[in-house]
């Protein structure tokens, strides 16, 4: 089946092939990601988009001297495949195997880590200037899709491209798809550029022509790049790229090898920055990828002979609900406005979407300006709900503070995929946003425990007239009862969910192991009582308080980088009020580059499921120097990875 993969251990073993051989190649390869894809689950449309195209990069670059470098990296599988990790490439997104990004630590052809969208122009330009200073000769190529080159960064990389002219390549892979179809006027206007086959005609025409004028020369191949330029302009005047100052290629047929392997052939003659424009099909050779390249962008295990989800779990995701609960909202309140960047399905917004266009809006790979933009739209009244992944909201800390926070307007942030995020790896972990969030004037921080909590947090949200942040994770919810009606949820107000001497106080997606694992330490008779923090800020003061006492143990729990997380706000709350004699322990998440795994798997691996949970809560009243009732005092703990430190526990 993979006879000629099976021969190719590196990109100079694609220079041996002819057209056919490279063309059944690209067959093999694609037959190898839906085989790989249809069991680990990954990026399967934007992967079979790019087979050709990668396979055309590799044969014309010399890898790993000439440097690619991916922008988002989600269709990086052929070029994995190709750069001396077919074997490994089973072991795709699962933990300790290959990573579906690309990772400097894995191979020496992936030159640069990628996982947020539009960041290849700016890293690109940053190595074809370091290149040019330490005297290098090898080129650099950034393969950037049409859907990130709608993120406002690759337009300051363009900027400076276009200022400084590097010998530098951007590979613009135009298949008019962004997870959901490209929106915006950018995205018409690649359009315009790629439906320029009349352009490639008259090209072709004058090509012809020169070629038909006896004793061509150097100067005439010359005259003839001038000539085109001329073409250019004078059809396609005002072609942004070109104004930059940037050489405009294009459009090539991304799938036919021939052209591509003479296109960056002739890339690579520029002496200045190129941009190569190649239209590409997402889902290319598999039918079901390519009928719904969307519902294929990122998939989960399938049947491969009918494009079927394998396993379709019956208790609906957080972003589901997430997605009701805007519609039932939204019914009885016409302020209320979705704004989504580039994730209309991922975060449950597709029905909104149909069901009232006129209030919402897909801004693109622009979360900076949907948070902007909402601001705007609150300021003037409407009440819009930003739904944005936890690690993407990284990307706009500045209007999160400076347009929402310090104007104290009503945003409200649905902070989806927050905590471990199964078999992406370390870029789309979202951890970190307890802490980005908490120091933030007026924010109020909000994470529930099951998904009917969701609701009541998201419709409570809305009206307590500040900014506010619900973070939810990224999985089934525990299939609790939806109440009908929405019940409020009273500003900074915990639940106490069992009564104890020492207080384990669990935030969010913690609460339910938090409980199991109280309940498993209780047969050993530690008294443990467990709340639902329900907020980080405000937080729940009295209830807090009331277990500040000599002799008695707060335990903190959140699915979170522990450093300025929830635990932290809970030590800063008792220096404030000068209670020093209670003891704090802080479960969570240290801030080092989290692996690809599953939610279970990560969350074994530091502790915070059920078993590490109880293992850790005994650790901390044994080495406190006490006798859990019923057992055998163990002495000192080993270091686990994520353990908090035996350092948080603090006695003053
Ligand atoms: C900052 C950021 N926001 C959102 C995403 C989620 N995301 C991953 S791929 C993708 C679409 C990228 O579209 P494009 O660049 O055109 O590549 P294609 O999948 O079409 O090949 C999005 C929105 C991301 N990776 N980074």
Known sequence: MSEILDGIGGPADLRRLDEKGLERLAAEIRALIVDVVSKNGGHLSPNLGVVELTLALHYVFDAPRDKIIWDVGHQCYTHKILTGRREEFRSLRRSKGLCGYPDRRESAYDVYNTGHASTALSAALGLAVSRDRKKEGHHVVAVVGDGSLTGGVAWEALNQIGHLRERLIIVLNYNEMSISPNVGALSKYLTYLASGQHYLRIKDHAKLLLKSIPGLGPRVIKYGRAFEDLIKKTFFPGLVFEELGIKYIGPVQGHSLPSLIEVFNEAKTYDGPVLVQCVTQK?????????????????SPFDPATGEPLRKGKIPSYSAVFGRTMLKIAAGDDKVVAVTAAMPDGTGLGAFARTHPDRFFDVGIAEQHAVNFSAGLASCGLKPVAAIYSTFLQRAYDQVYHDVCLQDLPVVFALDRAGIVPDDGPTHHGVNDIAYLRHMPNMILMAPRDENALQHMLHSALGYGHPAAVRFPKCPGLGVKIDREFKPVPLGRAELLRNGRHLVLAYGSMVTPGLAAARRLAREGLSLAVADARFAKPLDEELILRFARPGRTIITLEEGVLAGGFGSAVRELLDRKGRFEVKVFSIGLPDVPLPVGTREEIQALYGLDVKGLARRIRGVFCEAGG??????????????????????????
């Open 283 to 299: 889902g290319r050779g598999y039918p079901p990828a390519q009928a719904n390249p969307e519902k294929f962008h990122g998939s």
């Open 627 to 652: 006798r859990v009732p019923g057992r055998r005092a163990t002495g000192g703990r080993k270091h686990r990875p994520g353990a908090g430190g035996g350092r948080s526990v603090r006695k003053r």
